[in-house]
């Protein structure tokens, strides 16, 4: 499995990722709304577009992204909706378009807008580009606030070393109430087989590996931006 390449001329990276995602999009449909910077800027490009007359309903992956979207105009319904097209972003893409995400804390509800939708767009700056998962060292973990203890012995267990995330002087808090646990890892060669194992820990709600699940990523590099569509 691979991807194929197609550039594009841009101009400033996260507008023009913004800029092709919209491409994506079709009237009157429903759209994921993604979290993180890139998503951002797709959201407030998606909400002009509004204003000029395309007929979208949103679906937001966080309570941030909810509050953004509403207040740029943007109407939002729920997963009681089909989504047509989610637009998101990634903290590392590997050469089969795998993923790791969380670094933002949203990855629950990511995954589960993504599973609703008939095809995820991922945007990215060059740098998350990886030849393994892993290889920027981090990999965010949703646990059970009430399972913490044990779920960060089973973690440290398997040579995780999670690092429980702090938002100032508090836990971090999901949108869903948990927690998260950063976890140490290297290049991981069989992500697989690293999912199935985090899951098996008790508590454990979900985890940055999105294995599978990107359509097309979409890629900035200076001036232009690269399409990378996963071989089916």
Not at 184 to 193: E, N, Q, R, S, W
């Amino acid at each position: 499995m691979g991807a194929e390449s197609v550039q594009f001329d841009t101009t400033e990276p996260l507008g023009a990722l913004a800029r092709r995602a919209l491409g994506f999009v079709k009237d009157d449909t429903a759209v994921g709304l993604g979290a993180g910077r890139a998503a951002t800027a797709f959201v407030r490009a998606l909400a002009a577009r509004v204003r000029d007359g395309l007929r979208v309903r949103g679906v937001p992956v966080s309570e941030a992204t909810a509050a953004l979207a509403g207040e740029l105009g943007i109407p939002l319904v729920g997963l009681e909706v089909e989504i047509d097209v989610t637009v998101d972003g990634a903290d590392e893409v590997d050469p089969d378009l795998n993923l790791i995400k969380g670094y933002g804390g949203a990855l629950v509800r990511e995954r589960i807008v993504a599973a609703a939708s008939r095809r995820q767009i991922i945007l990215v700056e060059r740098d998350k580009l990886v030849p393994r998962l892993g290889s920027r060292g981090r990999l965010p973990v949703e646990v059970v606030s009430f399972a913490l203890p044990l779920s960060r012995r089973r973690l440290a267990a398997l040579g995780l070393a999670p690092t429980l995330r702090m938002a100032g002087e508090s836990q971090f808090v999901t949108d869903n109430g948990n927690v998260i646990l950063d976890c140490v890892v290297g290049p991981i060669v069989d992500p697989p087989a690293l999912e199935r194992a985090l899951r098996a820990v008790p508590g454990v709600v979900d985890t940055g590996l999105f294995l599978g699940t990107a359509d097309t990523v979409l890629v900035a590099d200076g001036t232009s931006v690269s399409e990378l569509s996963r071989q089916r």
